[in-house]
């Protein structure tokens, strides 16, 4: 398949990651584009838009299958979903991507494969509430994975973590133009003493949000000068500047691995607070971000608060750790030779390299 370049990445846009990918791509003069099923919750916005509800949704990716046919040879799926599916009848169109000798990657990200009744139970736990362990996965998740193990020609997960349900899996991280993450703006901290800690939850109930708080009031009680940033519910346009204002940032507190919350602040030089399992650290053994769980946040935090240097010493760090795993282009280099395309090429480059006339 070294010639084909056609691909199509689909599914359920997380932000911003398909339509980055698909940009991408075309940069190096390949046909890609990005169709979402769903309306990404901070505004991000794709090439073909199919989040619509009801037999319409239903009819509209149908007809846009049969069009996907013929136009694309390389077929991404995010989030566990592929294009067809009826009532409970889901992923019917797989079979038929392998009659045609489509290539068909299924790149699992989170909640798709794992219950979130898995995360109120970590929390429970860090609570002391003594409590049965749930399965890792609904038995209709699991019946999804069961189905994409057989007609998937590669297996992506975007986060160590989810190898618990898929060790057979490829770890593919979430991706961010590096370029556009890279801050502007000086910590407001410099002209009025506070130190301001972001946290941007995609699902409270997921990322902890309760014991940070919990841990801030009890910093503000011993008479730090620290606030509580929540970027919640905001456009992706005006994310980073909470972010680029803030001194640290963290992301989540219970499950054991970062999100692109992480990535997204350090690549802008900020020390970034996260629940990391030791288990998982030998994927990323340079991994900079702080460890933190309930038990010891509030100990952490106030370590961070008090030492300047350390902070800017981790976010120097975290900026390169960022432009060697989750720069797009990097990425987007490991995705081709997965896809089976073995040109690689990219624009840039290739204007450098041109003769002049």
Not at 113 to 125: G, P, S, T
Not at 255 to 268: D, F, I, N
Request: hydrophobic content about 45%; some cysteine; charged content about 30%.
């Amino acid at each position: 398949m070294g010639g084909d370049r056609r691909i199509l990445i689909s599914g359920h846009e997380i932000g911003g990651q398909m339509q980055l990918l698909a940009e991408t791509f075309r940069k190096r003069w390949m046909q890609a584009s990005a169709a979402a099923f769903n309306n990404d919750f901070r505004g991000y916005q794709n090439d073909i838009m199919l989040a619509q509800s009801g037999w319409r949704a239903a009819l509209d990716r149908f007809l846009f299958f049969f069009w996907a046919l013929l136009h694309y040879q390389v077929f991404h799926f995010f989030w566990g979903v592929s294009l067809l599916s009826w009532w409970r009848f889901h992923l019917l169109d797989l079979p038929l991507l392998k009659l045609l000798n489509k290539k068909v990657i299924v790149h699992f990200r989170g909640l798709d494969i794992i219950d979130i009744k898995h995360f109120d139970y970590l929390r429970e736990k860090s609570r002391g509430v003594n409590m049965a362990k749930p399965p890792l996965s609904r038995p209709d998740q699991a019946r999804r994975v069961k189905k994409w193990l057989r007609y998937a020609d590669v297996v992506l997960v975007s986060e160590p973590d989810l190898f618990a349900v898929v060790p057979q899996a490829i770890l593919s991280p979430q991706v961010i133009d590096i370029s556009y993450w890279t801050s502007a703006r000086r910590p407001l901290s410099e002209t009025d003493g506070i130190i301001r800690i972001v946290h941007a939850p995609s699902s409270r109930r997921k990322k902890g949000t309760d014991f940070i708080e919990l841990a801030v009031a009890a910093l503000k009680a011993k008479g730090y000068p620290v606030e509580l940033v929540l970027a919640e519910k905001l456009p992706h346009h005006k994310i980073k500047e909470l972010y680029e204002i803030s001194d640290i940032g963290i992301d989540q507190v219970l499950y054991g691995w970062h999100g692109k919350v992480s990535v997204e602040l350090m690549a802008l030089e900020k020390p970034v607070i996260c629940n990391i399992n030791p288990d998982w650290k030998k994927y990323r053994p340079d991994l900079p971000v702080v460890h933190g769980d309930p038990g010891n946040l509030e100990k952490i935090l106030e370590e961070l608060i008090v030492d300047v240097n350390k902070r800017l010493e981790i976010g120097k760090r975290s900026r390169d750790y960022v432009r060697k795993y989750h720069d797009v282009d990097v990425v987007a280099d490991q995705l081709l030779e997965l896809y089976g395309i073995e040109e690689k090429s990219r624009v840039k480059e290739r204007v450098n390299d041109a003769k002049t006339w």
